[in-house]
């Protein structure tokens, strides 16, 4: 039977009068790959950051194994929830090696052997081992977003939220970074995706979730959404998107 770990429930965000999410529903459990997709400005990035509560929810409630986290301490939460972003967030003034360590010391209070052990048994998950000692303006985009792979990684999360993290990086450096993904998609790591990388969402996810003007359109398994949508707005971005 699978462990849910993450629930959903009745969540909207409003900025001012405008409501960017509307009433979302979603479960998700162990081992889960949720890839959510749909056009630019349809509240996908809005809902991540409203799971990691670096949003506060306008309504509803966000569930961590069985317990509304709306109410808890945000850092603690993170710690188990991590998010790897668009644009890295990495820290510029230290190295890659550091980048990985400071958050464990920081925020889990681990020691510096142990955050150093971490930090280095998940860069060379991620390819990254040979550049500890480098700087992020260094290193590729596609590095660094492996780095931040890695960082997130290090604080043993039980699930990942990645933003778009292929979406500010050349072609050729999207490649290396699906694949780290999918290797950890193979680990069974449990992860939500905003992507507009069809492929993935089609073939690497166990979950499709379709948004489209703040509200969840369809979502369900990607054989279903990808070859016999139910919604004239799931079919029509589709078919635009795959077509492009």
């Known amino acids: 039977m699978s462990e849910r770990i993450l629930e959903?429930?009745?969540?909207?965000?409003?900025?001012?009068?405008?409501?960017v999410l509307k009433d979302i529903d979603?479960?998700?459990d162990r081992g889960d790959v949720t890839s959510i997709?749909?056009?630019?400005g349809s509240g996908k990035s809005t809902l991540l950051r409203c799971i990691n509560l670096l949003e506060t929810p306008t309504t509803g409630e966000i569930f961590f194994h069985g317990k509304d986290v709306t109410k808890e301490k945000a850092?603690?939460?993170r710690a188990k929830v991590g998010m790897v972003f668009q644009n890295f967030n990495l820290f510029s003034n230290l190295s890659v090696l550091d980048n990985c360590m400071i958050g464990?010391?920081?925020v889990s209070r681990i020691p510096k052997e142990e955050a150093k052990k971490r930090a280095l048994?998940?860069?060379?998950?991620?390819?990254?081992?040979?550049?500890?000692?480098?700087?992020?303006?260094?290193?590729?985009?596609?590095?660094?977003?492996?780095?931040?792979?890695?960082?997130?990684l290090a604080m043993e999360p039980e699930v990942l939220l990645f933003d778009e993290p292929t979406s500010a990086l050349d072609p050729e450096m999207v490649g290396e970074v699906l694949d780290v993904m999918k290797s950890l998609a193979a680990d069974r790591m449990t992860m939500l995706v905003v992507t507009h990388e069809m492929a993935f969402a089609r073939d690497v996810s166990t979950h499709v979730v379709y948004m489209a003007d703040g509200i969840i359109e369809?979502?369900?398994?990607?054989?279903?959404?990808?070859?016999?949508?139910?919604s004239p707005s799931t079919r029509s971005f589709l078919k635009r998107i795959l077509n492009e």
């Open 104 to 106: 464990q010391q920081k």
């Open 75 to 77: 850092s603690a939460y």
């Open 37 to 40: 997709i749909g056009a630019s």
């Open 121 to 152: 048994y998940y860069l060379n998950k991620v390819g990254m081992a040979p550049y500890i000692n480098a700087r992020p303006n260094q290193i590729s985009g596609g590095q660094k977003q492996r780095v931040a792979i890695a960082r997130a």
């Open 218 to 230: 369809e979502q369900g398994k990607p054989e279903k959404i990808f070859t016999d949508p139910e």
């Open 26 to 28: 979603f479960t998700v």
């Open 8 to 19: 959903i429930r009745h969540l909207s965000k409003a900025f001012g009068s405008h409501a």
